[in-house]
């Protein structure tokens, strides 16, 4: 017996010091969206560009504080309509390729294609002049004082590289075949890639040659990224030391996480905030019992509605605590927050009804509530309390919740009367919620807001260079909607991360996992 | 014989025509895929150019004419997921789900009848009684209930299997295969247990109840009464003749295997065709939607087929009413 045992610990040592020996610091990890695509222009979206920038690289970045970095420029200025960018010397991208401004040029114009998912943020550049190899100007039609922010997910990629492997222009549908940047990648970031198979298993190993090496905290040699879409399967990967880092565990399971040995859960406020929108721009709504005019279109009911919702009531009982309730629909960390803005709606369902007798409706009005139900937080069960809040006051409200494929063309195409919707804002400024919220040609503004003074401000502070002066403008703008309550805002998310205790990954408002900052123990 | 097989094949078309029709127009319904192809930041000209060029701004059955004249070419586009032809999507993908389904179908099988028999000899025995009464949990827990409980059980708790995901695959051509490593093997347990449990509950009670049948007729007594051993009895007599509508139902059920696989799949992130069409389903993606719809349509109407001609030769009295 004594001898088993003996050689049992022996075994045992032998495998724990031949794992030593082979110390890579290899992080697996899961989430439960795959990266769509690994062509940096082709989709707009959280999930795929969080994977790409961990192998491709665009000009400017953010770290883990959504502080602006240098990534592949090393220093910018502005001079009216001129920004000028020094770019970094001596990057090389993983194929050995050497990095200069002609391939800037060239990711800008990709991205500039008609195919490209990102035409949309760098609209504002009308032309890029290379100075010499390491320096280019962007010019803009106006002086565009946020153009670095709009820059941070605006991949380079190597203009011979995409030549050579004929994927100049971002995938088109029309062809009906795979394009090679699919599932290639040629970046000059810190990751390379090893092996990709999408919604299977891709993995990367650290570029020994990328020029931040030893600047960043970050250790980890080989990243092994596996997809798991069931959040219980998620958890449970993680539970059984199968994985070492989960990006999106669900919030009703970090108790058990917490709880679990060796593990550990971080939480963040995101920039992403929930709320509901009234259509007030149409003369009559679709799916109330008050005909020939709409109630939305009376400050009065919109502040009846916001006063009639229980936010604190919402984040302890729906969201187990885990979210911010909101005066304003963009979150702290976005330029134009500020705590007296945000400071919550109170909870007044007395001065509620007040406010709907005095506008006429001392019975209520009846109207339905679109909801997505698998896109936010809890988003259906948010809707259902809010509607048993409203009902307090007399209003008496339907709800339709139903899949975010369905719910988001109904806001496209203005066809709801209330819904709701969260936003988070990629530049970190409030221009960019002006700009599709509140602006009255917004393509988002689906509560038919239109303030003249709010429109004037969109426009002036795309351009207005003095920082003061813009912020200055940017808080009247958001004093005029506090006043006008186009929106019921309800709270800003939150974002959890559940890894292993050896793991030290810093959690970021933007939800990005960046690994150039994972520490491994 | 040939008019009966033409008509068969006749009834298949049409069937298929039909399945491909009616899941078509319900793609009409799963919402608009142009919202998630691109970020919050498009325009509205934009969305409305993509509308266009994937041609979904037209009615239906022009939606569905362009998409039968491509498929008989074998054509059956990108998708809009992630971009990549389809049929090479289910092509990579199939290995997983048929070996998955192969793996859960001998183990209801075996499991199956093994039990069936047992319960049906035993009546009272209180293994008997055991086996019947935990064998209701197959029929009545939803798969995915099952699926967690034993992912905590089996990767959690006890830590002898993987909790998802296909490890240790190797490539044999096209076919990835899960079979030919230890990895492989610990990965497809849990799965196949998963789904198989149904058709186990099913295969073990029909045979049981077969079995009661059996033991009654005549030629079973006679066969007591002329000295034969139970063992020969039960396994060469009785068995033999029970296993006719077992066969029969469980070729039928293969199809329901497939189809049930969508659930299995998502709960252990099996990559096969059945968690790309739930994921398809998330995204809208009519592409992907429609070629999977044809395909298990495709595979319930070859099943029912090749089931429909082995009773022309099993039963000769379909076959004379059939001239």
């Known amino acids: 017996m004594t001898n088993r045992k003996l050689l049992v610990a022996s075994a045992v040592a032998l495998a724990l010091s031949s794992g030593q020996v082979l110390a890579e610091n290899v992080l697996r990890w899961t989430s439960q969206g795959d990266a769509l695509t690994l062509d940096p222009h082709s989709q707009n979206e959280a999930p795929t560009i969080a994977m790409n920038g961990m192998m491709y690289e665009s000009l400017v970045t953010r770290d883990s504080e959504m502080t602006l970095m240098p990534e592949l420029a090393e220093s910018w200025e502005s001079n009216g309509n001129t920004w000028t960018f020094k770019l970094r010397q001596g990057v090389k991208f993983h194929g050995g390729e050497d990095f200069t401004a002609e391939d800037v040029v060239f990711s800008f114009d990709r991205a500039r294609h008609e195919a490209s998912d990102y035409k949309e943020q760098i609209k504002s550049v009308t032309n890029i002049n290379v100075v010499d190899d390491h320096t280019i100007e962007l010019?803009?039609?106006?002086?565009?004082?946020?153009?670095?922010?709009?820059?941070?997910?605006?991949?380079?990629?190597?203009?011979?590289?995409?030549?050579?492997?004929?994927?100049?222009n971002p995938q088109n549908f029309a062809g009906g075949e795979e394009n090679y940047a699919t599932r290639n990648a040629n970046g000059t970031g810190p990751f390379k890639l090893v092996s990709r198979a999408p919604d299977e298993e891709t993995t990367m190993e650290a570029n020994p040659d990328w020029w931040g090496k030893g600047e960043f905290p970050g250790n980890i040699d080989r990243l092994e990224y596996r997809p798991i879409a069931n959040a219980a399967t998620r958890v449970a990967a993680l539970l059984s030391d199968e994985v070492d880092f989960v990006l999106d565990p669900p919030l009703q399971d970090l108790k058990r996480i917490e709880g679990a040995d060796g593990l550990k859960t971080t939480t963040v406020p995101q920039v992403r905030t929930i709320f509901f929108g009234m259509d007030a721009g149409v003369e009559e709504l679709r799916t109330s019992d008050v005909k020939g005019k709409n109630p939305f279109a009376d400050v009065k009911v919109r502040e009846a509605m916001n006063l009639a919702i229980d936010r604190k009531a919402i984040q302890r009982v729906v969201m187990e605590g885990l979210s911010f309730p909101a005066g304003m629909i963009t979150?702290?960390?976005?330029?134009?927050?500020?705590?007296?803005?945000?400071?919550?709606?109170?909870?007044?369902?007395?001065?509620?009804?007040e406010l709907l007798a005095e506008a006429g409706y001392a019975d209520g009005f009846s109207v339905r509530l679109d909801c997505p139900n698998n896109r936010y937080n809890n988003d259906e069960k948010i809707c259902q309390a809010a509607v048993a809040m409203l009902a307090k006051v007399g209003v008496k409200v339907s709800l339709d919740a139903i899949p975010k494929s369905q719910h988001f063309p109904k806001i496209q195409n203005r066809e709801t009367d209330f819904y709701m919707l969260g936003w988070g804002v990629p530049t970190l400024d409030s221009h960019y919620v002006f700009q599709y919220l509140l602006d009255a040609e917004g393509s988002w503004n689906a509560a038919g807001y239109n303030n003249s003074k709010v429109n004037e401000i969109t426009t002036a502070i795309a351009s207005e260079i003095d920082a003061d002066k813009r912020t200055m403008m940017i808080d009247e703008a958001w004093t005029e909607v506090r006043n006008d309550m186009p929106y019921i805002p309800i709270h800003h998310q939150v974002i959890a991360w559940g890894m292993s205790e050896k793991v030290d990954a810093p959690i970021a408002s933007d939800d990005a996992f960046r690994p150039r900052y994972a520490v491994m123990k | 014989m040939l008019a009966y097989i033409l008509r068969r094949l006749g009834q298949s078309v049409l069937v298929m025509a039909a399945v491909s029709l009616i899941s078509f127009s319900l793609f009409n319904f799963v919402g608009d895929p142009v919202n998630n192809m691109v970020g919050q930041e498009a325009t509205r000209e934009d969305r409305v150019r993509i509308r266009q060029e994937l041609g979904l701004d037209d009615p239906i059955f022009i939606q569905y004419f362009r998409f039968v004249s491509n498929a008989v070419k074998g054509e059956f586009g990108l998708s809009y997921r992630v971009r990549r032809p389809v049929d090479v999507?289910?092509?990579?993908?199939?290995?997983?789900?048929?070996?998955?389904?192969?793996?859960?179908?001998?183990?209801?099988?075996?499991?199956?009848?093994?039990?069936?028999?047992?319960?049906?000899?035993?009546?009272?025995?209180?293994?008997?009684?055991?086996?019947?009464?935990?064998?209701?949990?197959?029929?009545?827990?939803?798969?995915?209930?099952?699926?967690?409980?034993?992912?905590?059980?089996?990767?959690?708790?006890?830590?002898?299997?993987?909790?998802?995901g296909r490890a240790g695959v190797v490539e044999l051509g096209w076919w990835k295969t899960s079979f030919l490593t230890v990895d492989g093997w610990r990965s497809i347990i849990l799965p196949a247990l998963t789904l198989s449990l149904f058709q186990l509950t099913m295969v073990l009670r029909l045979v049981r109840s077969e079995m009661l049948e059996v033991m009654q007729t005549d030629y079973i007594k006679f066969a007591r009464a002329r000295g034969l051993s139970e063992r020969s009895i039960n396994f060469v007599h009785a068995l033999k003749n029970t296993l006719v509508p077992v066969i029969t139902i469980i070729g039928i059920n293969i199809g329901g295997l497939i189809a049930f696989s969508v659930i299995t799949e998502t709960v252990f992130q099996w990559p096969g065709t059945g968690l790309m069409f739930i994921q398809a389903v998330d995204f809208a993606d009519v592409p992907i939607m429609a070629a999977y719809l044809c395909f298990v349509a495709l595979v319930f109407v070859v099943v029912n087929l090749i089931v429909d001609l082995l009773y022309v030769t099993i039963d000769p009295r379909i076959r004379i009413a059939g001239r």
């Open chain 2, 89 to 164: 999507l289910i092509k990579e993908r199939l290995p997983a789900t048929l070996e998955l389904v192969a793996v859960s179908a001998v183990i209801a099988l075996v499991v199956g009848i093994c039990a069936g028999v047992y319960t049906g000899i035993r009546r009272d025995g209180w293994l008997s009684k055991t086996i019947l009464s935990t064998s209701l949990v197959g029929v009545s827990l939803p798969t995915f209930i099952i699926g967690i409980g034993l992912i905590y059980l089996f990767a959690v708790t006890l830590r002898w299997l993987p909790s998802s």
């Open chain 1, 331 to 353: 979150s702290p960390g976005v330029l134009g927050n500020n705590p007296e803005q945000d400071a919550e709606i109170p909870f007044d369902p007395e001065r509620a009804k």
């Open chain 1, 139 to 168: 010019i803009t039609e106006e002086p565009n004082p946020i153009l670095p922010n709009q820059l941070t997910s605006l991949f380079i990629v190597d203009s011979g590289w995409a030549e050579a492997n004929d994927v100049v």
